[in-house]
């Protein structure tokens, strides 16, 4: 017997989009920067790293190094963050309220990010209710980063859901390209760290201001 679908359902990025981390990530950085006598960034500097994983992230903070200072620099910045990536994020104004709302409304809700996996659960699980998320998936060693849509693939076959009956929320162009190779929509969030000007630039054609529109939108 053919397994039943439920399209109900939405897929969210966690950084800049669920949860304003930029103030642990640029403190994990720069620890790790300073641990090697490197120049620190501000956290604007960091916002413009955030979106295609921890290694590139440092490959930006680290154009001229080489790949073994990178990999050292990375290491310590990952286990850093693992330890302090709940000090100061927070999820943004009424994100946990749209969500709770979303799944009376019978939605199953994933999270999908690039953030090193261990982290991703621990923010998540920290700042969200238990159950909030059905599914959350986050990078692990080895396996594919967005854009690449492997990921989302794997968390919609999981829930039972078909791709192109989802949502994507997300706040970087990394997310609205993620998304269309999914053949998911793509709706995009103007709090987030590339902010809604970005955003439209780069074609998106559901800008949120806040997050309780994303109901409004969904209906």
Known sequence: MEQKRNDRAVFFDLDGTLCDTLA?????????????????????????????????????????????????????????????????????????????RLRRRGYRLAVITNKPHGAAVKILETLFPAGTFDRISGHRDGAPLKPDPAPYFAAADSLGVLPAKTVYVGDSDVDLMFAAAAGADAIGCGWGFRGAAFLKECGAKVILARPAQLLEVLQ
């Open 24 to 100: 642990d990530l640029t403190a994990s950085l720069n620890y790790a920067l300073r641990m090697f006598d490197e120049r620190t960034c501000s956290e604007e500097q960091v916002r413009s790293f955030i979106g295609n994983g921890l290694k590139k992230q440092i490959e930006r903070a680290l154009p001229d190094a080489d790949g073994q200072r990178r990999a050292a620099v990375q290491s310590i910045a990952r286990a850093h963050y693992e330890k302090h990536c709940t000090d100061h994020t927070a999820p943004y104004a009424g994100m946990p309220e749209t969500l709770e």
